[in-house]
């Protein structure tokens, strides 16, 4: 008889709370939250594609300027912060706990940065109060970057809620709360360890670094822009924007470091082979942490700004090349001629390491001054910063998650071919939003445009990026019903794996490649006749021989 699994069941093990170790209810409960934001910021985003799609192929607008506006804007701060900050701090900490084995010390000090990071998404939603006078829900639409002097009072006819302004500040509050908490944890970690950390955690606490330091313009002006909207200070618009593009393009590198840590994980261990070279791989996490906050100006080409500075701004830029070749040639060597069983996972990371090179590739382009005049502020902008996230910075936290879920939860993934359908479906999609951005780019369409040119070649690759949109999002539904379906229906799963050797050997081996017709009478058939084919040929071959 079927045991029957209730709410609470569902509940117990979705938050891990009967998980005797601390740190992978932690881990849970930030996933679970990340998730929720990323399935709402999903929502915000087929909003914004559908009211493009309509225009484009009807002329018509299916919701307000202010619902699409709000939708763009809610759309960045849900799936970037809310879904893929979380998220990695969550890997962050179990990697830390899991391979160290240090203990958690001032978790309360935790728990009130992670509280305080999420309750700063609904403030920034904008609910709708009676009282006082900004019932607003629609102040999302002043956009989520470089607000100033958008939404402020006596700078705009638009004025929002200050509620936006302190939410976005109470984002910054939680992200310095957990990194420093973390922060202090790696040191305690590094204490008591007789060797080196591995080059995974390494990678990891070096992103750390990065998130503290990146963050530290936008605290500058959300800070401003709080005592702006209270006329305590007047506001420097450009002086504002140049101080909050320290963290909008360091942003990049703090969501994409997690990917190359992961990378440099599971590439050796997929292998079946140690790192090439352990040396490289080190110098390389120094290198990101030094130039990947340097390259702040690199979206403000068209800002009228000294020559000088843009040109040494395009120079860093080149300069995290470096380590971004040093990191490809190091996994690219790990890999050759090592035994790789094809895998969800493996999947997964080949995928990330690939679409990191190809959407690099286009970052290079953007940051340089002379290309960046042609295609500044347009959906080619879109289009690669979406390229580095599908095909690389989620990839990889795909791969981080089908390895990781089942150490927590003590189950198997439920479903092997609904993991293969989510890689298919979900590749596709964002192959196909990545193209309609780029083509919507090149033709000169800039980004946020509610209304464009109906030309064929615009209808068309907006049609190609919604349709992706809700390909790649299908396919993301499947993997959440995996996901669920596997905490209360998974086969168990050995909890006691003690090393990441062990984990990935253990997880892969449900998650492998096996062909839709493997096991079946019609596959024993196909293998049957196949092999009386080759010896068929073999004996032709071998009779012609002997009568010469």
Do not use: C
């Not at 050997?505 to 196909?526: D, H, I, K, N």
Request: aromatic share 16%; no cysteine.
């Amino acid at each position: 008889m079927a045991e029957k699994i209730g709410l609470t069941d569902i509940i117990n093990q979705l938050f891990q709370l009967k998980n005797d170790e601390w740190y992978k209810r932690v881990v849970m409960g930030m996933i679970v939250m990340a998730l929720i934001w990323g399935v709402l910021g999903l929502i915000d985003s087929l909003m914004v594609r559908i009211q493009e799609a309509a225009w484009g192929t009807q002329a018509t607008l299916l919701m307000t300027s202010q619902e699409y506006y709000a939708g763009i804007g809610l759309h960045a701060v849900r799936d970037l912060l809310g879904f893929a900050q979380q998220l990695e701090f969550a890997i962050f900490i179990f990697f830390l706990f899991w391979q160290t084995k240090v203990k958690a010390r001032g978790k309360w000090v935790f728990n009130i940065g992670f509280i305080i990071f999420n309750i700063s998404f609904m403030l920034q939603e904008g609910p709708i109060i009676l009282y006082p006078k900004f019932n607003d829900n629609f102040f999302p639409a002043t956009s989520w970057y470089y607000l100033s002097p958008i939404g402020l009072p006596g700078y705009s006819s638009y004025v929002a809620s200050p509620l936006w302004f302190i939410g976005s500040l109470m984002v910054d509050i939680g992200t310095y709360i957990m990194g420093i908490w973390i922060l202090y944890h790696f040191y305690l970690a590094s204490k008591q360890m007789s060797q080196k950390l591995p080059i995974g955690l390494l990678f990891f606490l070096m992103d750390v670094l990065v998130y503290l330091m990146g963050y530290s313009g936008r605290t500058f002006s959300d800070i401003w822009d709080v005592l702006g909207y209270y006329n305590v200070v007047s506001i420097n618009p450009i002086a504002n924007q140049i101080s909050w593009w320290i963290f909008g393009h360091s942003v990049v590198y703090m969501t994409w470091l997690p990917a190359v840590g992961a990378l440099y994980v599971l590439v050796p261990l997929l292998s079946n082979k140690p790192l090439y070279s352990d040396r490289m791989g080190r110098i390389s996490a120094i290198l990101y942490l030094i130039f990947s906050n340097n390259v702040p100006i690199h979206h403000l080409y068209m800002v009228d700004l000294p020559v000088v500075l843009k040109i040494v701004e395009e120079i860093f830029t080149y300069a995290v090349v470096v380590p971004s070749m040093m990191t490809f040639f190091n996994l690219w060597a790990t890999a050759r001629g090592g035994k790789v069983e094809w895998n969800v996972i493996t999947a997964w990371v080949v995928t990330a390491f690939a679409g990191a090179i190809g959407a690099g590739v286009t970052g290079i382009a953007n940051g340089t001054i002379s290309f960046d005049s042609i295609i500044h502020n347009t959906m080619w902008v879109v289009g690669h910063f979406h390229a580095m996230i599908f095909f690389s910075i989620v990839p990889a936290g795909f791969a981080i998650l089908y390895l990781i879920l089942p150490i927590i939860t003590g189950r198997n993934w439920y479903s092997t071919k609904a993991a293969w359908v989510h890689f298919f479906g979900y590749t596709i999609g964002a192959g196909m939003i990545v193209y309609g951005f780029d083509q919507l780019g090149l033709d000169g369409i800039v980004r946020r445009s509610e209304i464009f040119p109906r030309t064929p070649e615009n209808v068309i690759a907006e049609v190609v990026a919604t349709a992706g949109a809700f390909l790649a999002d299908g396919a993301t539904l499947v993997w959440l019903l995996n996901v669920l379906a596997s905490m209360v229906k998974g086969s168990p799963v050995n909890t006691e794996i003690g090393t990441v050797e062990q984990a990935v050997a253990t997880v892969t081996y449900s998650l492998r490649w096996v062909p839709p017709l493997e096991g079946s009478p019609l596959m024993g058939t196909f293998k049957q006749d196949f092999q009386r084919i080759k010896r068929s040929m073999f004996s032709l071959i071998g009779s012609k021989r002997s009568r010469h």
